[in-house]
């Protein structure tokens, strides 16, 4: 579609007519997957999208999973009503949203701030958005929906929203002409700019953010934000996250450098005295009963000989050889059926009843292939069990809190955590998945169950 010169035209708005203008990687799915329901409740629903993929292609060309998934998305765009602008002009995106009604951001995503929300109230289109984030401040007209976007009756809730909005032009126009004089006497461009301009001078400097990923276990992040700059310590940054772009050198990190501590014998015998996430799986795989158990990345065993111990088979697998050689001696003494193998993760193709990985994500380059990889081999009606430190985990400020604790550049091994997660991004890691349950200790470890 193109436009003409603003000078040349007379908007007509279109109360029907639905906006979308951010990044696809920041929900747009799940308005394109509710949209056949939309279209069959209000048959003149239209959506127009712009943003493009110019720059996500220019990141993800050789990441195949995340090509296919816009593909996936393309095909989503082909549906009755739906027209994908791509890439267009500032001028193109004003004249946009003063033909639309609404403006439809059903995101996940932590924006700091939301230009697209002070463009959309200041022309017009009237948000319908889920509360997260910076659009708390952002958006002061149309509807805010409270909770989790991938929790199914938010969702829902999020979809009649947006289809009551669609039905009732009398309160799109009641709302509308507040709306706009709100966001103009807010968002003008010039005190949008002294914001950004006060916020930027008071940021903290390169070397402090640096020091505070590293400190918070978020090498990737560290590594995102000094890569393209002449950081002075960026080759002892890429030091610690080498291990995610080079297999040899995660194979050797895992296998050879790393080394592991044992936990004593009577521990590896009873887990569930070591930590609350061991206590609160072995009672789950206690009253799921499964005929086999898989742990991947199991240390020295400890999960695999309890279970054990309580009459489960399972078998762990573990990189560090002479953890795997301790895990098997101890189930030889005790006469347990449990055994243990020096491998990959990613090479193993065995099925089981229950699946365990745990404290292992934030060790792995590619967090999804990980998560689909544990779901392949999970057998139907079994589970995944997930475990993973949040990002506010209590060992973090231990750590911290810890007299004379080395600097994180103090020598030029890999750093063990490449990341760790907020709720949300595990969540859309485990969008493809059925959660049964989703919850944080008191160590604050994320502990999820996942269904097939």
Not at 186 to 201: H, L, N, R
Not at 228 to 242: C, L, S
Request: glycine share 4%; charged share 30%; proline share 5%.
């Amino acid at each position: 579609m193109k436009y003409p010169k603003r000078s040349d035209l007379v908007v007509k708005r279109n109360p029907y007519r639905i906006y979308w203008g951010s990044s696809y990687d920041r929900g747009i799915t799940i308005l394109l997957e509710m949209w056949s329901d939309i279209r069959k409740e209000v048959p003149d629903a239209l959506l127009d999208i712009c943003y493009g993929w110019d720059l996500y292609i220019k990141i993800n060309a050789n990441n195949p999973e995340r090509i296919a998934w816009k593909d996936k998305v393309d095909k989503l765009m082909q549906q009755p009503g739906i027209t994908h602008l791509g890439r267009i002009s500032h001028g193109a995106v004003k004249t946009l949203i003063e033909s639309c009604g609404i403006w439809a951001y059903p995101t996940w995503f932590g924006e700091i701030s939301c230009i697209t929300a002070m463009k959309c109230q200041a022309w017009g289109a009237i948000p319908v958005v889920i509360s997260y984030a910076a659009l708390q401040e952002t958006v002061q007209y149309g509807v805010r929906i409270e909770g989790d976007i991938y929790e199914p009756e938010i969702k829902e809730k999020f979809k009649n929203e947006l289809i009551a909005l669609l039905k009732d032009e009398a309160l799109q126009e009641e709302i509308r002409e507040p709306m706009m004089k709100w966001a103009r006497e807010q968002f003008p461009w010039s005190k949008v700019a002294k914001q950004w301009s006060d916020e930027f001078g008071s940021a903290p400097s390169l070397d402090k953010q640096v020091d505070e990923l590293m400190e918070n276990n978020q090498a990737l992040d560290a590594w995102n934000l000094v890569k393209d700059t002449d950081y002075p310590k960026k080759n002892k940054v890429y030091a610690k996250v080498v291990h995610a772009f080079d297999p040899e050198a995660y194979r050797k990190f895992y296998a050879e450098d790393l080394a592991e501590n044992p936990v004593p014998e009577e521990v590896a015998l009873n887990c569930i005295i070591l930590a609350p996430r061991f206590k609160w799986v072995v009672e789950e795989i206690g009253k799921q009963r499964p005929k086999s158990v898989l742990d991947l990345g199991c240390a020295d065993g400890y999960l695999c000989l309890t279970l054990a111990k309580r009459g489960f088979d399972s078998i762990g697998y573990n990189l560090y050889k002479p953890s795997v050689e301790l895990a098997n001696k101890r189930a030889k003494k005790n006469n347990l059926k449990a055994a243990f193998v020096c491998e990959d993760l990613f090479n193993i193709d065995l099925k089981a009843d229950a699946v365990v990985l745990f404290e292992v994500l934030e060790h792995l380059p590619d967090p999804k292939k990980a998560i689909d990889h544990c779901m392949s081999l999970v057998n139907e009606g079994g589970s995944f069990y997930l475990s993973t430190p949040s990002i506010d985990h209590i060992g973090i400020q231990q750590h911290k809190d810890e007299p004379n604790s080395a600097s994180w550049d103090a020598d030029g091994t890999p750093s063990g955590h490449l990341r760790l997660y907020t709720e949300q991004e595990l969540k859309e890691l485990l969008k493809d998945y059925k959660i049964k349950q989703f919850r944080i200790d008191e160590y604050k470890c994320w502990n999820i169950e996942v269904t097939k």
